[in-house]
């Protein structure tokens, strides 16, 4: 057990890409064998996650230098020359969050992708996305973070591709194409920090910032944020994202809104850890502006969809920008983090939590709604609720929820975001408030479109148990947050934020 | 009718004259990765050429006799011995060089200096740079192979 803590940072990234690499020959041999080692392995790994998340709330930040005699040793001649995995709250939250994901998406594919050619390949790209999301979750490195990233933006790129359809291989297209300008963006950025200081570690570029401060941080700053703005998919450059969501299978959509979010997460690690003790306020401010963008756009272009998931795809861009607003806030406070800066943050990554459940259910029951019917627009669907009671009260939660009405998760979150940003700028909460109103409006149609009225008369197939299964399981999770938050924020989402904002504690861990 | 295309006689003959030359080359790029420029990557794109040479030679009579599934099975092969090697270190941490300075395999103790580059050191990284050769040879082989063959056939042949 102490073994298995003490190397979980290296095992979560490797386990899922083992598996991913083994997956293709199991499913040679039978296709039962290879779901239960890909689910059991997603489960190994999520386990490990646990362990590690109890030893970093318990003991700080934990290290872990890759190749080195001991995992400890991290910079054996005054500065670190491995590649360094850094854990602390925050990563570990939204690693174990990752995993959840995965593996409810996992069990929802069973059924759902059953008829398709290359399941292997399908079950092996979520493996390796899985990796990714793992690397860039928890390593310490700029260079790292970038090669993790480039494998999350193919392998993301090529399961968007599944069905197979133009469409489909139009928005792969479009997702590779944009990620490839994020990345050099990216990479562009990483190579002026690497010039100015010689070295590639988060932390210890921290250290060495304080010192050394000028123009060129600057400039890798606004790169390295435009490119990840670009990976996220928050306003200017949400059209790949909507495409993307729009055409994946529903699970995949589920995964991609988990790469959002953890690119999210890295925006939070450059913007505090890294440039936290030297930025002012602008960067806060244009993370804020970014947010209202994304919460108007998204709400606004939602309303004109009549294709489901197109629709989810402009309510999850819109959930994003709550997510920048309260960071924001968080970080336009920056080093100083007083009392409301450090609510909006925390309510910010309560909302990552939020947001990937309410998204999550959505889109899930928006894939039932396809495979039940095989039909994605809603002016073509209606009076499911007859036949599909059950279905209907998952969409009702998930449509409360993510409109922010009491008792699910997202009040709970956007409150705290409210309440915190009213002292920042009270006008900014009543445009987030707007965009929350105008999201129930939303769902709302939808809601009556695809559930009310006349019995539905088209074919109709039974929802199978196992996908079913998943989505009540994010409906327990959502009313759970939504009935407990301050359990949540207590555990998890106070220690992540405590975590963002003490960047001498990031940069402690390494030297 | 494109089933008997076969290139020139000159660009068959080259194509067997070059044919042990490059993999011979990409097999020294390889091996060599802990001492010189190249690895892995570099040498098993250079092997991967070779695979081109045979399909513009020989057409899609020779695309036939190359099998998808081999080069596919190579690859996840190659990938899975490189995380293995990185396993295998767990004892102090992950891709720990558990072979560097053992005396055995790739294990040869050399005391601190100049020398000539023994090839019999390195420990785990010229076996980590054989697996990803033999990835990046299957991987680059299957796209031109897939791209040799969903390829639109030419209007003139």
């Given at each position: 057990m102490i073994f298995l803590a003490e190397h979980a940072p290296a095992f979560a990234i490797a386990v899922p890409l083992l598996a991913a690499f083994v997956t293709p020959v199991l499913g040679r041999i039978s296709e039962k064998i290879r779901n239960i080692w890909v689910i059991f392995s997603l489960l190994f790994t999520e386990f490990l996650v646990f362990i590690l998340g109890c030893k970093v709330l318990d003991e700080g930040v934990y290290t872990y230098a890759l190749g080195a005699v001991t995992p400890s040793l991290t910079s054996p001649v005054g500065f670190p020359v491995r590649i360094i995995l850094e854990t602390d709250?925050?990563?570990?939250?939204?690693?174990?969050?990752?995993?959840?994901?995965?593996?409810?998406?996992?069990?929802?594919?069973?059924?759902?992708?059953?008829?398709?050619?290359?399941?292997?390949?399908?079950?092996?790209?979520?493996?390796?996305?899985?990796?990714?999301?793992?690397?860039?979750?928890?390593?310490?490195?700029?260079?790292?973070?970038?090669?993790?990233?480039?494998?999350?933006?193919?392998?993301?790129?090529?399961?968007?591709?599944?069905?197979?359809?133009?469409?489909?291989?139009?928005?792969?297209?479009?997702?590779?194409?944009?990620?490839?300008?994020?990345?050099?963006?990216?990479?562009?950025?990483?190579?002026?920090l690497y010039g100015h200081y010689g070295l590639l570690n988060m932390a210890v570029i921290a250290k060495e910032i304080i010192l050394h401060y000028s123009f060129l941080d600057v400039v890798a700053l606004s790169l390295l944020g435009t490119a990840l703005l670009l990976k996220l998919g928050s306003v200017p450059i949400h059209m790949w994202k909507v495409d993307s969501l729009q055409e994946a299978p529903a699970p995949v959509s589920v995964v991609c809104i988990a790469t959002s979010l953890v690119g999210l997460y890295l925006l939070f690690r450059i913007g505090f850890s890294v440039f936290g003790l030297v930025i002012n306020s602008i960067l806060g401010w244009i993370l804020v502006f970014f947010g209202i963008l994304s919460i108007f756009i998204g709400v606004a272009m939602a309303l004109l969809q009549n294709n489901l998931k197109r629709l989810l795809g402009y309510s999850a861009v819109a959930e994003v920008g709550y997510i920048l607003l309260g960071a924001g806030v968080g970080l336009s406070a920056m080093p100083e983090v007083n009392g409301f800066a450090f609510e909006a943050l925390s309510g910010g990554i309560f909302h990552i939590v939020n947001d990937v459940l309410d998204i999550s259910l959505l889109f899930l029951i928006a894939g039932s709604i396809y495979y039940i019917t095989k039909k994605r627009n809603i002016d073509e669907l209606g009076g499911l609720a007859h036949d599909f009671p059950s279905l209907s009260v998952l969409f009702i939660i998930g449509m409360l929820a993510i409109s922010g009405i009491p008792p699910f998760n997202g009040f709970a979150s956007k409150l705290m975001i409210y309440e915190s940003v009213f002292y920042f700028n009270p006008l900014l909460v009543i445009l987030g408030v707007l965009?929350?109103?105008?999201?129930?409006?939303?769902?709302?149609?939808?809601?009556?479109?695809?559930?009310?009225?006349?019995?539905?008369?088209?074919?109709?197939?039974?929802?199978?148990?196992?996908?079913?299964?998943?989505?009540?399981?994010?409906?327990?999770?959502?009313?759970?947050?939504?009935?407990?938050?301050?359990?949540?924020?207590?555990?998890?989402?106070?220690?992540?934020?405590?975590a963002l904002v003490h960047p001498e504690v990031y940069i402690g861990g390494v030297l | 009718m494109n089933n008997e295309y076969r290139a020139s006689v000159v660009v068959r003959t080259v194509a067997y004259i070059l044919a042990a030359p490059l993999i011979v080359f990409g097999l020294y790029v390889i091996l060599h990765g802990h001492l010189t420029p190249g690895g892995g990557f570099a040498g098993g794109a250079i092997m991967a050429t070779f695979i081109a040479l045979f399909l513009v030679s020989f057409g899609r009579k020779g695309a036939g006799s190359l099998h998808r599934n081999l080069f596919s099975v190579l690859e996840s092969l190659g990938l899975t011995v490189f995380v293995v090697l990185a396993f295998l270190g767990i004892s102090n941490t992950f891709f720990y060089n558990f072979m560097v300075n053992s005396g055995h395999l790739f294990g040869r103790v050399i005391s601190f200096g100049v020398n000539p580059g023994y090839l019999d050191t390195g420990g785990v990284i010229p076996l980590m740079n054989i697996a990803v050769g033999l990835e990046v040879f299957s991987a680059i082989s299957l796209i031109v192979l897939e791209m040799f063959t969903y390829s639109r056939e030419d209007k003139n042949d």
């Open positions: 709250a925050m990563n570990a939250l939204i690693s174990f969050m990752v995993l959840s994901i995965a593996i409810i998406t996992v069990v929802y594919s069973w059924k759902f992708i059953e008829k398709y050619e290359a399941q292997d390949r399908f079950y092996s790209l979520l493996l390796l996305l899985t990796a990714g999301m793992m690397g860039m979750s928890f390593t310490g490195d700029f260079f790292t973070m970038f090669v993790f990233l480039e494998v999350v933006s193919v392998s993301s790129a090529a399961l968007v591709a599944f069905f197979k359809k133009a469409e489909s291989f139009e928005a792969a297209f479009k997702y590779l194409a944009i990620s490839s300008i994020g990345s050099f963006f990216m990479l562009f950025g990483i190579g002026l965009g929350s109103i105008l999201m129930l409006a939303v769902f709302v149609k939808v809601f009556a479109c695809i559930f009310l009225g006349a019995p539905y008369e088209g074919e109709v197939e039974e929802v199978p148990g196992s996908m079913m299964f998943t989505m009540w399981v994010l409906a327990f999770f959502i009313l759970f947050l939504g009935l407990f938050p301050q359990v949540a924020i207590d555990i998890f989402i106070a220690p992540a934020a405590e | -």
